[in-house]
């Protein structure tokens, strides 16, 4: 098997169980390893740590698997892998939900892998080499386990790039999806577009912090920002919002809402649906003197390395500060950022500040966190990355 030796001192992780080993950390690559190849990975002293796949194309140039020198990265591993993350999530699967995150990359032992199941599919994207090598056994064991109707890849990513991999969607198995699928969240109705929704189609990791956050709306107005195909919109709706405004940028996200209310049965009356930009859309209501009892931010991703955190920091001020000032007194504000880069002291303290800058004082009251399919690995801090704050203004 192709050897990797790392560098004195840069072993301390791989030892540790994370799985990244950066290409900084590399003393020597023995054996000519190509993207994608599994390799053993050694110390200085030529002491065995663990199995890992490779990719020189990379800054993680090795991301590993397997800690155990007598077990063989084989099919029967990665169907193993499988079997064990799907097998996790079945309690989660039932009459009132199915849609869930069936494996989730790093934080179930496959790097660069996430699959998420929408009713009758399942929906999959490829980050790695090291996974698109193996891909036919990953889907064979996922049809094995779950019979799906089709199974559709939508691996259009920038990280591929980093691979050396094209982006690729088709499918993988069976039926190609509708242009929507009808899923179950919280006992709510979604139509779903596997084919061309953003990221795999659905953001399942809200599924929790929807139903928290409507509890809070009975007989209040709202506006959900970011809105999407209207998780946060829906649920306050089921709980008896007075009146919803939602908003995002995308036409298509705001046909699939409105789409989504009437497949529920909602008072469409109560909504208003408005295709802006959030800062915008903001900054137009703060001047024509708007206020609501209950507002939700749930922008994308604004730090995607920390390089990018001061400057993701001061767009999140921002834009928290003009939520607040849009808020009555008593009012709460529901605010996310799913950016692994900045941790939740970090967010209190941007939130704090957005307050300052608002001239309010706010509390927090409760701490929002990624659901149980979505799993904190304890060697792997980094697949904590949704994180939230319920705030009250004074």
């Known amino acids: 098997m192709n050897k990797i030796i790392l560098n004195k001192g840069k072993d ?3 030892w540790q169980l994370h799985p990244w080993v950066f290409s900084g950390a590399i003393s020597a690559a023995l054996g000519k390893p190509q993207n994608g190849d ?39 591993w990665w169907r193993n892998r499988v079997s064990k993350s799907v097998n996790n999530r079945l ?44 891909k036919d056994i990953i889907v064979d064991q996922l049809v094995q386990l779950l019979q799906p109707k089709g199974i559709y890849e939508r ?7 980093y691979e050396g991999l094209p982006d690729t969607n088709g499918i993988l198995y069976g039926a190609v999806p509708p242009e929507f699928v009808d899923v179950i969240e919280n006992g709510i109705h979604y139509q779903v577009n ?41 649920n306050a ?19 699939t809402l409105k789409n989504n209310i009437k497949l529920n049965g909602f008072d469409s009356s109560k909504h208003t649906a408005v295709q802006s930009d959030v800062n915008k859309y903001l900054r137009e209501l703060g001047e024509q003197g708007e206020k609501f009892d209950v507002i939700v931010l749930d922008p994308p ?12 920091s001061r767009a999140y001020k921002d834009l928290n500060r003009r939520g607040l000032m849009l ?35 706010i509390q927090f009251i409760y701490q929002y966190c990624q659901p149980e399919d979505h799993p904190v690995r304890a060697s792997f801090p980094e697949s904590e990355y949704l994180k939230g704050l319920l705030v009250r203004v004074l």
């Open 301 to 312: 991703k604004y730090a995607p390395t920390r390089s990018a955190l001061e400057k993701a």
């Open 194 to 234: 596997i084919v061309e929704g953003q990221k795999s189609g659905f953001y399942c990791d809200q599924r929790e912090n929807r139903a928290i956050t409507a509890r809070y709306t009975k007989d209040k107005t709202v506006l959900d920002c970011f809105s999407y195909s209207g998780g946060f919109t829906l």
């Open 327 to 361: 808020l009555n007194s008593g009012g709460l504000l529901a605010t996310f950022s799913c950016s692994g880069a900045m941790d939740i002291d970090t967010f209190k303290q941007v939130i704090a500040w957005a307050a300052l800058d608002a001239g309010k004082e």
């Open 91 to 134: 309690s989660l699967l039932h009459d009132t939900n199915n849609t869930v995150r069936l494996i989730f990359a790093e934080a179930d032992f496959l790097p660069g892998l996430i699959a998420d199941k929408y009713a009758d599919f399942i929906s999959v994207q490829v980050h790695s080499a090291g996974i698109e090598k193996v």
């Open 12 to 14: 301390k992780a791989a």
């Open 237 to 255: 709706f089921r709980e008896g919002a007075k009146s919803i405004t939602s908003v995002d940028s995308s036409g298509l996200a705001i046909e």
């Open 155 to 161: 691996s259009d990513l920038k990280s591929r790039e």
């Open 38 to 76: 599994i390799v053993s990975v050694y110390n200085i002293e030529d002491e065995f740590i663990a199995y890992g796949i490779y990719n020189g194309n990379s800054r993680v140039a090795v991301r590993l698997l397997e800690w155990d020198p007598s077990q063989e990265i084989n099919e029967q």
